[in-house]
């Protein structure tokens, strides 16, 4: 059977036209999707793309939503994923992988309407024997932090969804945010710049009404949610990478200082593969010990994590650091001297 060139033209653009379709709850209309039909060089008329939806309805699972202005066309909730070709194996995998691992820092919206490729992207795997091949892939990957376990604490939907929105879209959102040691919450206009995961607890960063300071704030600690038509703030100067790296994430003001402490080698062993710096110098100075200097954030987090090796590190400098340190170690011998009653 011979297919003229007017039929295929029509076939390319029934099938961009599906794809335009977004998926329940967002809806777009027929001219706004002839309008984007014209920028992948399908020129017709506005009833032309009407005609093609209503035909297409009968075959797909596209409804029209026609109880308020302006009306506008979407996949049906909850239907099938329509792609061709199908999801490859190595594709499946990907969904799985996202959606295990980065599910929980994904906007609700998003969540909602890639929805179907995970249903897909299981079914798919599920063909697989799960005690071997790619289908058991899942069953062998986890992420483990290299910390003591901690349960997350419990963030309301109700919560994610408008600040993941506010946040995707840069638009202002009121909380009402219970602090912590405190009784009465307080309510803030805050203006999002980014989520952070920092182990079992999801963080805020953001400004709060017109100041400039970058804060954090514990999304488990927010009661309530509005996301507002107003567009956010964002300083300019404000790079959260650069926010994370001097150490805001670990409690510190932005400050550096310059570590030098001396390590038992077995205990600095480690340190040569996950260097605590790009500067980081490991220097040998006899008796199975080892020098180690790098710059580091100035955080708690420095503290706990050298109070962990116990008699195996003696930390040189600072002095600060040394002197607390030292304050710490003579508390703990103070207390582990008491009399068990």
């Keep these: 059977m011979v297919t003229s060139l007017s039929d295929h033209s029509t076939l390319l653009r029934h099938w961009q036209l599906l794809r335009l379709v977004p998926r329940h709850p967002a809806k777009r209309t027929a001219a706004d999707l002839n309008r984007s039909l014209e920028k992948h060089g399908f020129r017709v008329?506005?009833?032309?793309?009407?005609?093609?939806?209503?035909?297409?309805?009968?075959?797909?699972?596209?409804?029209?939503?026609?109880?308020?202005?302006?009306?506008?066309?979407?996949?049906?909730?909850?239907?099938?994923?329509?792609?061709?070709?199908?999801?490859?194996?190595?594709?499946?995998?990907?969904?799985?992988?996202?959606?295990?691992?980065?599910?929980?820092?994904?906007?609700?919206?998003?969540?909602?309407?890639?929805?179907?490729?995970?249903?897909?992207?299981?079914?798919?795997?599920?063909?697989?024997?799960?005690s071997r091949g790619t289908g058991a892939w899942t069953e062998k990957v986890r992420v483990v932090q290299p910390a003591q376990t901690l349960q997350a604490p419990t963030i309301s939907q109700d919560v994610l969804r408008p600040v993941y929105e506010a946040l995707l879209h840069s638009q202002q959102i009121k909380i009402v945010y219970q602090k912590r040691g405190t009784q009465t919450p307080v309510e803030y206009t805050?203006?999002?710049?980014?989520?952070?995961?920092?182990?079992?607890?999801?963080?805020?960063?953001?400004?709060?009404?017109?100041?400039?300071d970058v804060l954090l704030l514990a999304m488990h600690r927010?009661?309530?949610?509005?996301?507002?038509?107003?567009?956010?703030?964002?300083?300019?100067?404000?790079?959260?990478?650069?926010?994370?790296?001097?150490?805001?994430?670990?409690?510190?003001?932005?400050?550096?200082?310059?570590?030098?402490a001396i390590f038992i080698n077995s205990s600095a062993e480690h340190l040569h593969e996950t260097p605590l710096s790009l500067d980081q110098k490991i220097t040998p100075v006899g008796d199975n010990r080892v020098k180690v200097t790098a710059t580091v954030a100035d955080t708690p987090q420095i503290s706990w994590w050298l109070l962990g090796f116990g008699e195996d590190v003696?930390?040189?400098?600072?002095?600060?650091?040394?002197?607390?340190l030292t304050a710490t170690a003579a508390a703990m011998h103070k207390l582990y001297q008491k009399k068990t009653r």
């Design 45 to 130: 008329s506005k009833r032309t793309i009407e005609r093609d939806l209503i035909s297409l309805s009968r075959q797909f699972a596209i409804v029209e939503d026609d109880r308020s202005k302006p009306y506008g066309w979407s996949w049906q909730k909850g239907s099938a994923v329509l792609d061709v070709p199908g999801l490859t194996t190595s594709q499946a995998l990907t969904f799985a992988m996202v959606q295990k691992f980065l599910g929980p820092l994904l906007p609700v919206s998003l969540t909602d309407e890639i929805e179907p490729y995970f249903d897909n992207a299981r079914k798919h795997l599920d063909t697989f024997p799960r």
């Design 190 to 212: 805050v203006h999002p710049l980014g989520i952070v995961q920092r182990g079992p607890v999801t963080y805020l960063v953001c400004t709060l009404f017109n100041y400039e």
């Design 222 to 260: 927010v009661q309530s949610a509005l996301m507002l038509e107003d567009q956010a703030r964002r300083p300019a100067s404000f790079n959260l990478d650069q926010f994370i790296q001097v150490g805001r994430l670990n409690f510190g003001s932005g400050k550096t200082m310059r570590l030098e």
């Design 314 to 324: 003696e930390v040189l400098k600072p002095r600060s650091l040394r002197d607390s």
